[in-house]
T-cell receptor, first 114, second 115 residues
C-alpha cells in the first residue's frame, strides 16, 4: 500500500446508475488529484483540490462530480456515464501544490460502464 | 503545451540484461521528473524523483538521469529480473504558468523480462 487507498477496486455500472469512487490518504498531504487512464492514452488530469478547494477542472464533463469534504478524503460522483468513460481512475496526493517530493498514487478503481 | 514521449513503446529482454528506457519532453521548463512503475490493472508506484537541479538519482538497481536542457531522461535498469516486468511511466511537472503543479505523462514503456 502506498498510503493512498481507493475503493472500490472494481466497479461495473449501467449508464443510468449513480455511483461514487472514494479516495483516502493519511499522509498529511494537502493536495489531491483525480486522473483518468484509458487504454493506449497517457494519464489525463481531471480534478485538483488543494486544502479542500477545487483549483482545477480540466474540461471534464459534468457527469463527473468531485467532492473533497476534508484534506484526507476525495470522492468522484458518477452519474449517467457513457461506455467511453470506462477506464482506470487513479487518485493521487502530494504535500501541497508547490512541493518537491513528488506524487503518491493509489491503486485505482477499474470502472466499466455497460 | 508540454508533451512527453517514451521510447520504446515495448521492450522484451532476457533475464540479466541491463536496459535503458527513454523519456523526452518538449518544454525544458520543468520542476521535476518522476518515474513510475505500473503493474497490469494496478496503480502507480513511484520509483525515482529527480529535481530540475539534479542530474541523476539512484535506487538499488535503478538509475535515472536528467538532461533538462535537451529535454531527456533515461531510466537504467541493471541486471533485469522477471519481477521487473511492468509498464514504466515518465511524468514531468511544469515550472511555468499558473498550473505548474500538473504532471504530464508519457504513454509508457511496456517491459517484459523473460526468465
Amino acid at each position: 500500500e502506498t498510503g493512498v487507498t481507493q475503493t472500490p477496486r472494481h466497479l461495473v455500472m449501467g449508464m443510468t446508475n449513480k455511483k461514487s469512487l472514494k479516495c483516502e490518504q493519511h499522509l498529511g498531504h494537502n493536495a489531491m488529484y483525480w486522473y483518468k487512464q484509458s487504454a493506449k492514452k497517457p494519464l489525463e488530469l481531471m480534478f485538483v483540490y488543494s486544502l479542500e478547494e477545487r483549483v482545477e477542472n480540466n474540461s471534464v464533463p459534468s457527469r463527473f462530480s468531485p467532492e473533497c469534504p476534508n484534506s484526507s478524503h476525495l470522492f468522484l460522483h458518477l452519474h449517467t456515464l457513457q461506455p467511453e468513460d470506462s477506464a482506470l481512475y487513479l487518485c493521487a496526493s502530494s504535500q501541497d501544490l508547490r512541493e518537491s517530493r513528488g506524487y503518491t498514487f493509489g491503486s485505482g478503481t477499474r470502472l466499466t460502464v455497460v | 503545451k508540454q508533451e512527453v514521449t517514451q521510447i520504446p513503446a515495448a521492450l522484451s529482454v532476457p533475464e540479466g540484461e541491463n536496459l535503458v528506457l527513454n523519456c523526452s519532453f518538449t518544454d525544458s521548463a520543468i520542476y521535476n521528473l518522476q518515474w513510475f512503475r505500473q503493474d497490469p490493472g494496478k496503480g502507480l508506484t513511484s520509483l525515482l524523483l529527480i529535481q530540475s537541479s539534479q542530474r541523476e538519482q539512484t535506487s538499488g538497481r535503478l538509475n535515472a538521469s536528467l538532461d533538462k536542457s535537451s529535454g531527456r531522461s533515461t531510466l537504467y535498469i541493471a541486471a533485469s529480473q522477471p519481477g521487473d516486468s511492468a509498464t514504466y511511466l515518465c511524468a514531468v511537472r511544469g515550472d511555468s504558468g499558473g498550473s505548474n503543479y500538473k504532471l504530464t505523462f508519457g504513454k509508457g514503456t511496456l517491459l517484459t523480462v523473460n526468465p
